[in-house]
């Protein structure tokens, strides 16, 4: 499995060993918002937004995948979304009625594509993500850092508030209720 995983390697023209390499970066980012507003009439708004932020960055054993010692960086597919609306009622001078509905999402992705697992070079080994595996060389070299294993990360958590104002005289009192839901 050693000299398998040797010859995996890239190799070098320094009389020493020594291996210098640099990996590729490349990322994209975007963003989006949108808002709408809406007067039904004079007593009546209602309001939505939706905001989306996306961040995407090849792993570079991806860009590179005859250089396995490129594994220790992972790449990233990330994305988040908000969409709220709500609606906002006036009864007459003295009372105001809000109702607001939220939704979050996040969705992490981290991962490479597979390079090779001790299976594959030979050592009977079972492996929890086939096609991949952590190796580290104290004073030599790393392949797969611990976090550029495959990783799937979503979120979702749900929210739906109402609040109810009300002046009496000198006195203003409010009433309300917020529930959320969170899916991990």
């Not at 994305?79 to 939704?103: C, D, I, Y």
């Not at 104002?165 to 959320?180: E, F, K, P, W, Y």
């Amino acid at each position: 499995a050693a000299l398998d995983l040797a010859r995996r390697l890239p190799s070098t023209t320094d009389p020493c060993g020594q291996l210098t390499h640099q990996t590729s970066n490349s990322s994209d980012q975007h963003q989006a918002v949108g808002r709408i507003d809406y007067q039904q009439s004079t007593n009546h708004s209602i309001f939505g937004r939706y905001m989306l932020t996306s961040y995407d960055e090849p792993s570079p054993f991806s860009l590179n995948p005859d250089n396995v010692l490129s594994t220790a960086t992972p790449g990233l597919d990330n994305m988040a979304q908000s969409v709220a609306a709500g609606s906002t009622m006036v009864f007459g001078s003295n009372m105001v009625n809000s109702l607001r509905f939220a939704f979050n999402r996040t969705s992490i992705h981290r991962g490479s594509p597979p390079w090779f697992d001790p299976q594959y070079l030979g050592s009977n080994v079972y492996s929890y993500n086939p096609g991949e595996m952590v190796l580290t060389i104290t004073g030599g070299f790393n392949i797969a850092a611990g976090t550029a294993t495959t990783g799937i990360f979503n979120t979702n958590t749900y929210q739906v508030g109402d609040d109810i104002s009300m002046v009496r005289g000198d006195h203003q009192i409010s009433l309300g209720v917020n529930t959320a839901y969170w899916k991990m």
